[in-house]
């Protein structure tokens, strides 16, 4: 019996080392069957998913979703605490003669658990002291596993919220370019109306870096995938989206912007969705047709030959936006659905509101030329 309890107790502490060290310190994706991570993330996300639909969709529910990443991250660290602790008690318990219990306390389980997360957090009481070699080793061992663990966890937050932080940069940068929610027609309308088509290119270099960015901080830290953005209406899947829509259009037919700069975008944007799509195993999904219609495409070209840009006739790209699209909106389409994330259409249906003319004490605030009076009024409130 005791060597039976030895095995489960190493067979468990071996899953959460192994485990912590793919998550944290294994900067690539893993591929193996059974992952302690994995299995805790689906069970607690379909969970948390049926939580938040019991309230009407809006801000309240965007709330309840927006606090799963960071709470599941400290649920994943207790899981992992908890773990290591249990599977040192039953090597404890074991091998129970290895310890001086204080008088009058039997030989439970309990105590076990209870002395091994005194050595774990290193608290040390002194009321249960461990009296032969082997105890005393695995004291030592559980202390010092403890204290790397623990530092582990401090170091790996920084990281975490850094590459959070530098992923919300380019989304917040899209909405004075791409309203919010950001539109690739409405880019593209607003570059073409300030005759700065030919600057997209500097733009279409600096997404095809944050889709790179995005690719390898998502594969080696998933739980950002769960991390929401400030704005309701803002995402890095809506973002992702439109750079992939826009890159999709400049190819198609749009003139004036750099083509093979778009195609190299499109490609690692392309890329990131895929892959991280297979991160979550979602099987990719039919396009949906009422994100991109021939009136959408028919406003933009509209809107886009006013402004004086030159794009390719009706059908040509009609034809050729839906070959583009089927190479990536099957797996957007899978993402949005298993992260609960809303993607924008391709031409907004009615001119955007961006973020930065909203404030909490007007519903939308002064004109470009009027900025004093926005000025003034956010001195006033702090």
Not at 195 to 203: A, F, N, T
Not at 257 to 278: E, I, Y
Not at 284 to 305: F, G, I, K, M, Y
Request: aromatic share 10%; glycine share 6%.
């Amino acid at each position: 019996m005791a060597w039976l309890g030895i095995i489960v107790a190493l067979l468990v502490i071996l899953i959460v080392l192994v485990d912590t060290f793919e998550v944290m310190l294994l900067p690539r994706r893993v591929t193996h069957g059974f992952r302690l991570a994995r299995i805790y993330y689906r069970s607690a996300w379909v969970v948390w998913r049926a939580f938040a639909r019991l309230y009407p969709a809006g801000r309240r529910r965007n709330g309840i979703l927006g606090c799963f990443g960071p709470l599941s991250l400290i649920g994943l660290m207790l899981l992992w605490a908890l773990g290591l602790i249990f599977g040192f008690a039953i090597l404890f318990w074991s091998l129970r003669d290895g310890l001086s219990l204080p008088s009058g306390e039997t030989h439970r389980f309990i105590t076990f658990f209870y002395f091994s997360g005194t050595n774990f957090f290193t608290l040390g009481y002194g009321d249960a002291l461990p009296i032969t070699g082997w105890s005393r080793a695995l004291s030592m061992l559980e202390a010092g596993m403890g204290l790397g663990f623990l530092a582990v966890v401090i170091s790996y937050l920084p990281v975490l919220y850094q590459a959070f932080s530098k992923r919300e940069i380019t989304i917040s940068l899209l909405d004075a370019r791409a309203g919010s929610p950001p539109t690739a027609g409405e880019l593209l309308r607003r570059f073409a109306a300030a005759g700065s088509l030919p600057q997209l290119r500097p733009l279409l270099v600096d997404w095809e870096r944050w889709a790179a960015e995005l690719l390898e901080s998502h594969l080696s830290f998933p739980v950002l995938s769960f991390y929401r953005s400030q704005h309701d209406n803002q995402s890095w899947l809506a973002t992702l989206t439109v750079i992939l829509d826009t890159s999709a259009l400049l190819i198609a037919g749009a003139t004036g912007a750099d083509n093979h700069q778009a195609r190299l975008t499109f490609a690692m944007a392309r890329h990131a969705a895929v892959d991280l799509c297979l991160i979550f195993q979602s099987l990719p999904l039919p396009l949906d047709a009422s994100r991109v219609t021939a009136e959408d495409l028919a406003d933009l070209q509209n809107s886009l030959r006013q402004a004086g840009a030159t794009i390719s006739d009706n059908q040509n790209l009609q034809s050729a936006i839906a070959e583009l699209r089927a190479l990536y909106e099957p797996f957007i389409l899978a993402l949005a659905k298993h992260l609960q994330l809303a993607i924008p259409r391709i031409q907004p249906s009615k001119p955007p509101v961006d973020n930065w003319q909203t404030s909490p004490w007007k519903q939308q605030s002064p004109a470009l030329g009027d900025l004093p009076t926005a000025i003034t009024e956010a001195d006033h409130f702090g």
